[in-house]
Protein backbone atom coordinates (compact mmCIF):
# COMPACT_ATOMS: atom_id res chain seq x y z
CA UNK A 1 0.00 0.00 0.00
CA UNK A 2 1.30 3.53 -0.56
CA UNK A 3 -0.24 7.04 -0.79
CA UNK A 4 -1.15 8.62 -3.95
CA UNK A 5 -1.14 12.82 -4.25
CA UNK A 6 -4.28 14.50 -2.42
CA UNK A 7 -6.70 15.74 -5.06
CA UNK A 8 -5.07 13.78 -8.22
CA UNK A 9 -7.27 10.38 -8.50
CA UNK A 10 -3.84 8.52 -10.09
CA UNK A 11 -1.53 6.49 -8.28
CA UNK A 12 0.42 3.13 -8.57
CA UNK A 13 -2.78 0.81 -8.62
CA UNK A 14 -2.22 -2.76 -9.36
CA UNK A 15 -5.54 -3.25 -11.26
CA UNK A 16 -9.05 -1.71 -12.06
CA UNK A 17 -11.81 -3.18 -10.72
CA UNK A 18 -12.64 -6.51 -10.86
CA UNK A 19 -15.82 -7.13 -13.18
CA UNK A 20 -18.86 -7.62 -11.81
CA UNK A 21 -20.61 -10.54 -11.31
CA UNK A 22 -24.51 -11.67 -10.16
CA UNK A 23 -24.34 -11.15 -6.32
CA UNK A 24 -27.10 -10.86 -4.04
CA UNK A 25 -25.78 -8.57 -1.36
CA UNK A 26 -24.63 -9.64 1.77
CA UNK A 27 -25.80 -13.15 1.29
CA UNK A 28 -23.46 -15.96 1.63
CA UNK A 29 -23.44 -19.70 0.85
CA UNK A 30 -24.01 -21.52 3.90
CA UNK A 31 -24.03 -25.26 3.68
CA UNK A 32 -24.94 -28.25 5.36
CA UNK A 33 -23.25 -31.76 5.13
CA UNK A 34 -21.74 -34.91 7.64
CA UNK A 35 -18.87 -35.79 5.14
CA UNK A 36 -16.19 -37.98 7.18
CA UNK A 37 -12.73 -37.53 6.00
CA UNK A 38 -12.33 -41.22 5.93
CA UNK A 39 -14.44 -42.44 3.44
CA UNK A 40 -16.00 -41.01 0.36
CA UNK A 41 -19.98 -40.22 0.10
CA UNK A 42 -21.35 -42.80 -0.64
CA UNK A 43 -18.14 -45.77 -1.08
CA UNK A 44 -14.73 -44.91 -3.21
CA UNK A 45 -15.28 -45.50 -6.74
CA UNK A 46 -13.03 -49.28 -7.86
CA UNK A 47 -9.91 -49.51 -10.07
CA UNK A 48 -11.89 -51.53 -12.38
CA UNK A 49 -14.33 -48.86 -12.66
CA UNK A 50 -11.85 -45.56 -13.03
CA UNK A 51 -8.76 -47.25 -14.15
CA UNK A 52 -5.82 -44.57 -13.26
CA UNK A 53 -2.68 -45.87 -15.00
CA UNK A 54 0.30 -46.04 -12.33
CA UNK A 55 -2.08 -45.86 -9.21
CA UNK A 56 -1.30 -47.37 -6.16
CA UNK A 57 -3.90 -48.56 -3.49
CA UNK A 58 -2.75 -45.44 -0.98
CA UNK A 59 -4.65 -42.74 0.41
CA UNK A 60 -3.85 -39.98 -2.49
CA UNK A 61 -4.92 -42.42 -5.54
CA UNK A 62 -7.71 -42.86 -3.65
CA UNK A 63 -9.09 -39.08 -3.29
CA UNK A 64 -7.82 -38.55 -7.03
CA UNK A 65 -9.82 -41.66 -8.50
CA UNK A 66 -13.12 -40.35 -6.16
CA UNK A 67 -12.64 -36.76 -7.14
CA UNK A 68 -11.97 -38.14 -11.11
CA UNK A 69 -15.01 -40.21 -11.23
CA UNK A 70 -17.30 -37.12 -9.93
CA UNK A 71 -15.65 -35.12 -11.88
CA UNK A 72 -16.96 -37.22 -14.99
CA UNK A 73 -20.27 -37.81 -13.88
CA UNK A 74 -20.46 -33.64 -13.31
CA UNK A 75 -19.39 -32.51 -16.32
CA UNK A 76 -21.50 -34.93 -18.19
CA UNK A 77 -24.82 -33.77 -16.88
CA UNK A 78 -23.83 -29.85 -16.69
CA UNK A 79 -21.87 -29.92 -20.49
CA UNK A 80 -24.62 -30.05 -22.31
CA UNK A 81 -26.84 -27.49 -20.58
CA UNK A 82 -23.46 -25.00 -20.26
CA UNK A 83 -21.86 -25.60 -23.71
CA UNK A 84 -24.72 -27.54 -25.93
CA UNK A 85 -22.92 -30.40 -26.75
CA UNK A 86 -22.39 -33.58 -24.77
CA UNK A 87 -19.14 -34.15 -23.00
CA UNK A 88 -16.33 -36.03 -24.71
CA UNK A 89 -14.40 -38.90 -22.33
CA UNK A 90 -10.68 -38.11 -22.10
CA UNK A 91 -9.08 -40.03 -24.60
CA UNK A 92 -5.80 -39.98 -23.36
CA UNK A 93 -6.24 -41.15 -19.87
CA UNK A 94 -5.30 -40.55 -16.18
CA UNK A 95 -1.99 -41.41 -14.88
CA UNK A 96 -0.28 -41.24 -11.45
CA UNK A 97 3.23 -40.72 -10.52
CA UNK A 98 5.69 -40.90 -7.61
CA UNK A 99 8.46 -39.60 -9.49
CA UNK A 100 10.75 -40.79 -6.66
CA UNK A 101 9.78 -44.53 -7.07
CA UNK A 102 8.67 -44.09 -10.87
CA UNK A 103 8.45 -48.14 -12.31
CA UNK A 104 8.65 -47.13 -15.99
CA UNK A 105 7.30 -50.72 -17.07
CA UNK A 106 3.99 -49.38 -15.36
CA UNK A 107 3.05 -46.76 -18.26
CA UNK A 108 2.59 -47.15 -21.92
CA UNK A 109 5.87 -47.20 -23.33
CA UNK A 110 7.09 -46.06 -20.45
CA UNK A 111 5.34 -42.42 -21.11
CA UNK A 112 2.45 -40.14 -19.36
CA UNK A 113 0.50 -37.84 -21.36
CA UNK A 114 1.90 -36.31 -24.52
CA UNK A 115 4.62 -38.35 -24.66
CA UNK A 116 6.50 -37.29 -21.23
CA UNK A 117 8.42 -39.39 -19.34
CA UNK A 118 7.03 -39.93 -15.73
CA UNK A 119 8.92 -37.54 -13.72
CA UNK A 120 7.93 -34.98 -15.74
CA UNK A 121 5.02 -33.72 -13.75
CA UNK A 122 6.98 -33.98 -10.54
CA UNK A 123 5.89 -31.15 -8.26
CA UNK A 124 2.95 -30.78 -10.57
CA UNK A 125 0.07 -31.68 -12.02
CA UNK A 126 -1.15 -31.07 -15.85
CA UNK A 127 -3.55 -31.68 -18.18
CA UNK A 128 -2.00 -32.57 -21.79
CA UNK A 129 -4.56 -31.40 -24.51
CA UNK A 130 -5.48 -33.62 -27.73
CA UNK A 131 -3.41 -33.30 -30.96
CA UNK A 132 0.21 -33.07 -32.02
CA UNK A 133 2.06 -36.34 -32.74
CA UNK A 134 2.01 -38.36 -29.70
CA UNK A 135 -0.65 -40.79 -28.54
CA UNK A 136 -1.08 -40.04 -25.05
CA UNK A 137 -3.09 -36.08 -25.88
CA UNK A 138 -5.89 -35.67 -23.92
CA UNK A 139 -4.84 -36.44 -20.12
CA UNK A 140 -4.08 -35.92 -16.68
CA UNK A 141 -1.57 -36.48 -14.73
CA UNK A 142 -0.41 -35.70 -11.09
CA UNK A 143 2.47 -36.07 -8.31
CA UNK A 144 1.11 -38.34 -5.81
CA UNK A 145 3.80 -37.70 -3.61
CA UNK A 146 3.32 -33.61 -4.15
CA UNK A 147 -0.44 -34.25 -3.61
CA UNK A 148 0.62 -36.05 -0.48
CA UNK A 149 2.34 -33.07 0.89
CA UNK A 150 -0.46 -30.47 -0.34
CA UNK A 151 -3.19 -32.42 1.73
CA UNK A 152 -0.54 -33.04 4.89
CA UNK A 153 -0.43 -28.87 4.72
CA UNK A 154 -4.12 -27.48 3.44
CA UNK A 155 -6.38 -31.15 3.99
CA UNK A 156 -7.25 -34.08 2.37
CA UNK A 157 -10.08 -32.10 -0.18
CA UNK A 158 -6.81 -30.07 -1.76
CA UNK A 159 -6.07 -33.46 -4.45
CA UNK A 160 -9.51 -33.50 -5.25
CA UNK A 161 -9.40 -29.76 -5.87
CA UNK A 162 -6.13 -30.30 -7.84
CA UNK A 163 -8.58 -32.72 -10.06
CA UNK A 164 -11.21 -30.56 -10.29
CA UNK A 165 -8.46 -27.61 -12.00
CA UNK A 166 -7.19 -30.21 -14.39
CA UNK A 167 -10.31 -31.20 -15.49
CA UNK A 168 -10.96 -27.84 -15.94
CA UNK A 169 -8.67 -27.55 -18.36
CA UNK A 170 -9.80 -30.30 -20.15
CA UNK A 171 -13.38 -28.63 -20.41
CA UNK A 172 -11.36 -25.76 -21.88
CA UNK A 173 -10.01 -28.15 -24.43
CA UNK A 174 -13.18 -29.20 -25.60
CA UNK A 175 -15.12 -25.71 -26.11
CA UNK A 176 -12.22 -23.06 -26.54
CA UNK A 177 -10.39 -21.19 -24.26
CA UNK A 178 -11.24 -18.02 -22.65
CA UNK A 179 -9.21 -15.40 -23.76
CA UNK A 180 -5.04 -16.15 -24.95
CA UNK A 181 -3.64 -15.31 -22.08
CA UNK A 182 -2.16 -17.64 -19.21
CA UNK A 183 -4.17 -16.10 -16.10
CA UNK A 184 -7.47 -15.98 -17.84
CA UNK A 185 -7.34 -20.11 -18.63
CA UNK A 186 -6.01 -20.63 -15.10
CA UNK A 187 -8.29 -18.59 -13.34
CA UNK A 188 -11.18 -20.01 -15.59
CA UNK A 189 -10.29 -23.35 -14.25
CA UNK A 190 -10.03 -22.29 -10.76
CA UNK A 191 -14.02 -21.50 -11.27
CA UNK A 192 -14.91 -24.78 -12.85
CA UNK A 193 -13.86 -26.05 -9.87
CA UNK A 194 -14.99 -24.02 -7.47
CA UNK A 195 -18.77 -25.21 -9.53
CA UNK A 196 -18.12 -28.93 -8.92
CA UNK A 197 -16.91 -28.42 -5.40
CA UNK A 198 -20.03 -26.26 -4.85
CA UNK A 199 -21.63 -29.80 -6.05
CA UNK A 200 -19.95 -32.05 -3.66
CA UNK A 201 -20.94 -29.34 -0.83
CA UNK A 202 -24.34 -30.23 -1.65
CA UNK A 203 -24.10 -33.87 -1.30
CA UNK A 204 -24.52 -34.47 -5.19
CA UNK A 205 -21.45 -36.61 -5.56
CA UNK A 206 -21.38 -40.38 -5.35
CA UNK A 207 -18.18 -40.60 -4.10
CA UNK A 208 -16.48 -37.03 -3.03
CA UNK A 209 -17.53 -35.26 -0.14
CA UNK A 210 -16.65 -31.80 2.11
CA UNK A 211 -17.53 -30.29 5.24
CA UNK A 212 -18.04 -26.63 5.65
CA UNK A 213 -14.77 -26.32 7.63
CA UNK A 214 -12.44 -27.58 4.87
CA UNK A 215 -13.46 -25.03 2.94
CA UNK A 216 -11.70 -22.77 4.56
CA UNK A 217 -8.45 -25.32 3.84
CA UNK A 218 -8.92 -24.85 0.09
CA UNK A 219 -8.93 -21.24 0.07
CA UNK A 220 -5.63 -21.59 2.50
CA UNK A 221 -4.14 -24.17 -0.27
CA UNK A 222 -4.61 -21.22 -2.72
CA UNK A 223 -2.28 -18.84 -0.61
CA UNK A 224 0.59 -21.96 -2.01
CA UNK A 225 -0.72 -21.91 -5.41
CA UNK A 226 -1.02 -18.34 -6.19
CA UNK A 227 1.93 -16.39 -8.32
CA UNK A 228 4.72 -14.89 -6.39
CA UNK A 229 3.78 -11.18 -5.35
CA UNK A 230 5.24 -9.28 -8.07
CA UNK A 231 4.40 -11.56 -11.11
CA UNK A 232 3.40 -9.21 -14.40
CA UNK A 233 -0.10 -9.64 -15.04
CA UNK A 234 0.75 -10.86 -18.41
CA UNK A 235 3.44 -13.42 -17.98
CA UNK A 236 3.45 -16.68 -20.04
CA UNK A 237 3.04 -19.08 -16.96
CA UNK A 238 0.65 -16.81 -14.85
CA UNK A 239 -2.00 -18.25 -12.55
CA UNK A 240 -3.09 -14.97 -10.63
CA UNK A 241 -2.99 -13.59 -6.91
CA UNK A 242 -4.79 -14.95 -4.30
CA UNK A 243 -7.42 -12.62 -4.34
CA UNK A 244 -7.70 -13.58 -8.17
CA UNK A 245 -7.57 -17.48 -7.69
CA UNK A 246 -10.24 -17.55 -4.29
CA UNK A 247 -12.19 -15.30 -5.82
CA UNK A 248 -12.61 -17.22 -9.43
CA UNK A 249 -13.17 -20.41 -7.52
CA UNK A 250 -15.75 -18.81 -5.24
CA UNK A 251 -17.38 -17.44 -8.23
CA UNK A 252 -18.02 -20.61 -9.41
CA UNK A 253 -18.98 -21.91 -6.04
CA UNK A 254 -21.78 -19.50 -5.86
CA UNK A 255 -22.95 -19.26 -9.47
CA UNK A 256 -22.47 -22.38 -11.78
CA UNK A 257 -20.38 -23.14 -14.72
CA UNK A 258 -22.22 -20.69 -16.41
CA UNK A 259 -20.74 -17.90 -14.93
CA UNK A 260 -17.59 -19.18 -15.43
CA UNK A 261 -18.15 -20.02 -19.10
CA UNK A 262 -19.18 -15.88 -19.62
CA UNK A 263 -17.20 -14.10 -17.11
CA UNK A 264 -13.78 -14.72 -18.07
CA UNK A 265 -13.12 -12.79 -21.25
CA UNK A 266 -10.83 -9.98 -22.47
CA UNK A 267 -12.09 -7.23 -19.94
CA UNK A 268 -11.69 -9.07 -16.83
CA UNK A 269 -9.70 -7.35 -14.73
CA UNK A 270 -6.83 -8.94 -12.21
CA UNK A 271 -5.16 -7.90 -8.69
CA UNK A 272 -1.99 -9.38 -9.92
CA UNK A 273 0.69 -7.43 -11.10
CA UNK A 274 4.49 -5.99 -11.03
CA UNK A 275 5.90 -3.73 -8.38
CA UNK A 276 6.23 -0.15 -9.88
CA UNK A 277 8.81 1.65 -7.62
CA UNK A 278 11.93 0.25 -6.20
CA UNK A 279 11.14 1.00 -2.55
CA UNK A 280 7.38 -0.99 -2.95
CA UNK A 281 9.90 -3.99 -4.17
CA UNK A 282 12.50 -3.49 -1.60
CA UNK A 283 9.41 -3.28 1.25
CA UNK A 284 7.22 -5.85 -0.23
CA UNK A 285 4.86 -2.80 -0.61
CA UNK A 286 4.17 -2.29 2.94
CA UNK A 287 4.06 1.46 4.11
CA UNK A 288 5.29 1.50 8.12
CA UNK A 289 3.30 0.68 11.07
CA UNK A 290 2.56 3.86 12.01
CA UNK A 291 1.64 5.38 8.71
CA UNK A 292 -0.45 2.54 8.08
CA UNK A 293 -2.34 3.34 11.44
CA UNK A 294 -2.03 7.30 11.94
CA UNK A 295 -2.24 8.28 8.15
CA UNK A 296 -3.57 5.86 5.60
CA UNK A 297 -6.53 4.13 8.20
CA UNK A 298 -7.84 7.33 9.33
CA UNK A 299 -7.90 9.83 6.08
CA UNK A 300 -8.87 7.02 4.02
CA UNK A 301 -11.80 5.35 5.47
CA UNK A 302 -12.95 9.11 6.17
CA UNK A 303 -12.44 9.95 2.83
CA UNK A 304 -14.42 6.81 1.05
CA UNK A 305 -17.21 7.13 3.54
CA UNK A 306 -17.29 11.13 3.16
CA UNK A 307 -18.06 10.03 -0.62
CA UNK A 308 -20.65 7.43 0.06
CA UNK A 309 -22.81 9.92 2.85
CA UNK A 310 -22.69 12.42 -0.06
CA UNK A 311 -24.03 10.23 -2.37
CA UNK A 312 -26.83 9.66 0.35
CA UNK A 313 -27.12 13.66 0.53
CA UNK A 314 -26.07 13.19 4.29
CA UNK A 315 -22.44 14.23 6.07
CA UNK A 316 -20.10 12.00 7.73
CA UNK A 317 -18.57 12.18 10.71
CA UNK A 318 -15.68 10.36 11.23
CA UNK A 319 -14.61 8.59 14.00
CA UNK A 320 -11.83 8.29 15.85
CA UNK A 321 -8.99 5.28 15.45
CA UNK A 322 -7.78 4.38 18.87
CA UNK A 323 -4.94 1.89 19.79
CA UNK A 324 -5.02 0.12 23.21
CA UNK A 325 -2.70 -2.26 24.84
CA UNK A 326 -4.45 -5.90 25.74
CA UNK A 327 -8.08 -6.11 25.95
CA UNK A 328 -10.58 -3.60 26.74
CA UNK A 329 -14.37 -2.76 26.48
CA UNK A 330 -15.77 0.26 25.45
CA UNK A 331 -15.81 1.67 29.04
CA UNK A 332 -12.27 0.88 29.23
CA UNK A 333 -12.69 -2.67 31.42
CA UNK A 334 -10.76 -5.71 30.79
CA UNK A 335 -12.50 -8.12 28.08
CA UNK A 336 -11.63 -10.63 25.72
CA UNK A 337 -11.83 -8.40 22.61
CA UNK A 338 -9.45 -6.69 20.02
CA UNK A 339 -11.30 -5.09 17.43
CA UNK A 340 -14.81 -2.94 18.37
CA UNK A 341 -16.81 0.22 17.62
CA UNK A 342 -17.91 2.07 20.47
CA UNK A 343 -20.96 4.08 19.85
CA UNK A 344 -21.39 5.53 22.90
CA UNK A 345 -18.13 7.93 21.82
CA UNK A 346 -17.81 6.99 18.13
CA UNK A 347 -14.55 5.43 18.35
CA UNK A 348 -13.13 2.96 16.69
CA UNK A 349 -10.70 0.50 18.68
CA UNK A 350 -8.16 -1.97 18.08
CA UNK A 351 -5.68 -3.93 20.25
CA UNK A 352 -2.18 -2.86 18.67
CA UNK A 353 -0.01 -5.55 20.92
CA UNK A 354 -2.37 -8.40 20.08
CA UNK A 355 -3.90 -7.92 16.83
CA UNK A 356 -2.57 -4.95 14.78
CA UNK A 357 1.29 -5.60 15.54
CA UNK A 358 1.74 -9.05 15.05
CA UNK A 359 -0.97 -9.04 11.87
CA UNK A 360 1.37 -6.50 10.15
CA UNK A 361 4.56 -7.98 11.27
CA UNK A 362 2.70 -11.76 9.65
CA UNK A 363 4.37 -13.67 7.16
CA UNK A 364 1.24 -12.99 4.80
CA UNK A 365 -0.10 -9.82 6.79
CA UNK A 366 1.39 -6.75 6.22
CA UNK A 367 0.10 -2.82 5.99
CA UNK A 368 -3.05 -3.79 4.35
CA UNK A 369 -4.17 -7.01 6.71
CA UNK A 370 -3.89 -4.07 8.96
CA UNK A 371 -6.17 -2.01 7.27
CA UNK A 372 -8.56 -4.30 6.40
CA UNK A 373 -9.23 -5.51 9.95
CA UNK A 374 -9.74 -1.32 11.07
CA UNK A 375 -12.49 -0.82 8.12
CA UNK A 376 -14.73 -3.14 9.39
CA UNK A 377 -15.33 -1.19 13.06
CA UNK A 378 -14.92 1.74 10.70
CA UNK A 379 -17.78 0.35 8.95
CA UNK A 380 -19.67 -0.11 11.94
CA UNK A 381 -19.61 3.41 12.95
CA UNK A 382 -20.81 4.63 9.27
CA UNK A 383 -24.19 2.38 9.95
CA UNK A 384 -24.64 3.83 13.28
CA UNK A 385 -24.17 6.62 11.90
CA UNK A 386 -26.98 5.90 8.68
CA UNK A 387 -29.23 4.87 11.82
CA UNK A 388 -28.93 0.95 11.67
CA UNK A 389 -28.16 -1.68 13.94
CA UNK A 390 -24.34 -1.29 14.40
CA UNK A 391 -24.41 -4.93 16.75
CA UNK A 392 -24.74 -8.26 15.49
CA UNK A 393 -24.37 -10.78 12.69
CA UNK A 394 -26.52 -8.79 9.54
CA UNK A 395 -24.37 -5.50 11.09
CA UNK A 396 -20.87 -7.28 10.74
CA UNK A 397 -21.73 -8.95 7.67
CA UNK A 398 -22.54 -5.38 6.22
CA UNK A 399 -19.39 -4.23 7.86
CA UNK A 400 -16.80 -7.05 6.34
CA UNK A 401 -18.75 -6.03 2.80
CA UNK A 402 -18.16 -2.78 3.09
CA UNK A 403 -14.05 -3.29 3.91
CA UNK A 404 -14.40 -4.72 0.20
CA UNK A 405 -16.13 -1.98 -1.32
CA UNK A 406 -13.70 0.64 0.55
CA UNK A 407 -11.15 -1.78 -1.23
CA UNK A 408 -12.66 -1.87 -4.51
CA UNK A 409 -12.70 2.17 -4.39
CA UNK A 410 -8.94 1.59 -3.98
CA UNK A 411 -8.27 -0.77 -6.51
CA UNK A 412 -10.31 1.24 -8.75
CA UNK A 413 -8.27 4.62 -8.80
CA UNK A 414 -10.52 6.80 -6.38
CA UNK A 415 -8.70 7.18 -3.20
CA UNK A 416 -6.66 10.25 -3.04
CA UNK A 417 -5.04 9.11 -0.02
CA UNK A 418 -3.52 5.68 -1.00
CA UNK A 419 -3.56 3.03 -3.74
CA UNK A 420 -2.60 -1.11 -3.65
CA UNK A 421 0.67 -2.83 -4.45
CA UNK A 422 0.92 -5.91 -5.19
CA UNK A 423 -0.34 -8.90 -2.54
CA UNK A 424 -2.75 -6.56 -0.65
CA UNK A 425 -5.74 -7.90 -1.63
CA UNK A 426 -4.05 -11.35 -1.02
CA UNK A 427 -3.44 -10.07 2.42
CA UNK A 428 -7.19 -9.14 3.17
CA UNK A 429 -7.88 -12.83 2.44
CA UNK A 430 -5.33 -14.12 4.54
CA UNK A 431 -6.74 -11.83 7.62
CA UNK A 432 -10.62 -13.04 7.41
CA UNK A 433 -9.42 -16.48 7.01
CA UNK A 434 -6.88 -16.60 9.44
CA UNK A 435 -7.63 -13.76 11.87
CA UNK A 436 -11.47 -13.02 11.89
CA UNK A 437 -12.81 -15.66 12.70
CA UNK A 438 -11.41 -15.79 16.41
CA UNK A 439 -14.39 -14.45 18.24
CA UNK A 440 -11.78 -11.96 19.76
CA UNK A 441 -11.60 -10.52 16.40
CA UNK A 442 -15.01 -10.43 15.25
CA UNK A 443 -17.35 -11.59 17.94
CA UNK A 444 -20.26 -11.18 15.83
CA UNK A 445 -19.48 -12.48 12.97
CA UNK A 446 -20.03 -16.45 13.16
CA UNK A 447 -19.34 -17.32 9.61
CA UNK A 448 -16.42 -19.34 8.45
CA UNK A 449 -13.60 -18.12 6.87
CA UNK A 450 -14.85 -18.85 3.44
CA UNK A 451 -17.88 -17.22 4.32
CA UNK A 452 -16.22 -13.94 5.15
CA UNK A 453 -14.01 -13.73 2.45
CA UNK A 454 -17.19 -14.80 -0.13
CA UNK A 455 -18.55 -11.43 1.52
CA UNK A 456 -16.27 -9.59 1.34
CA UNK A 457 -15.62 -10.16 -2.42
CA UNK A 458 -18.97 -9.78 -2.83
CA UNK A 459 -18.12 -5.80 -1.71
CA UNK A 460 -14.96 -6.07 -4.09
CA UNK A 461 -17.06 -6.85 -6.82
CA UNK A 462 -20.13 -4.63 -6.75
CA UNK A 463 -19.20 -1.68 -4.38
CA UNK A 464 -21.91 -0.78 -1.58
CA UNK A 465 -24.55 -2.09 -3.61
CA UNK A 466 -23.99 -5.37 -2.48
CA UNK A 467 -23.69 -4.69 1.11
CA UNK A 468 -27.52 -3.91 2.33
CA UNK A 469 -26.60 -0.36 4.30
CA UNK A 470 -30.41 0.37 4.20
CA UNK A 471 -32.31 3.01 3.07
Known sequence: ?????????????????????ALTGCSVTLIEGTGTPLSGAAGDATPEEFPIIGATDGEIDRIARNALSDLNLYWSEEFPPTFGQDLTPLTGGYYSVDPGAVDPAAYPGGQIGCGEPPDAVEDNAFYCGPGGEYPNGDAIQYDRAFLEELAGGYGRFIPALVMAHEFGHAVQGRVG????????????????????????????????????????????????????????????????????????????FDD?????????????????????????????????????????APEGLAEFWEAAFADRGADFSPPAIEPFTRRTDCDGADADVDLLYCPDDETVRYDRVDLAEPLYTAEQGGDYAVLTALAIPYSLA?????????????ALRTAVCSAGAFTASVLSGE????????????????????????????????????????????????GLDACDLGS
Open 415 to 462: STVLSISPGDADESVSFLLEYATDPTVLPDAELTGFQLVDVFRGGVLE
Open 382 to 394: ALDQLGEPAEGQD
Open 1 to 21: MSSSPRRVRTGVVLGALLACT
Open 177 to 252: YPFQASIAIETQADCFAGAWTAWVAEGSAPHSSIRPAELDDVLRGYLLLRDPVGTGLDESAAHGSYFDRVSAFQEG
Open 256 to 296: GPTACRDDFGAERQYTQGEFQTDQDLATGGDAPFETTVETF
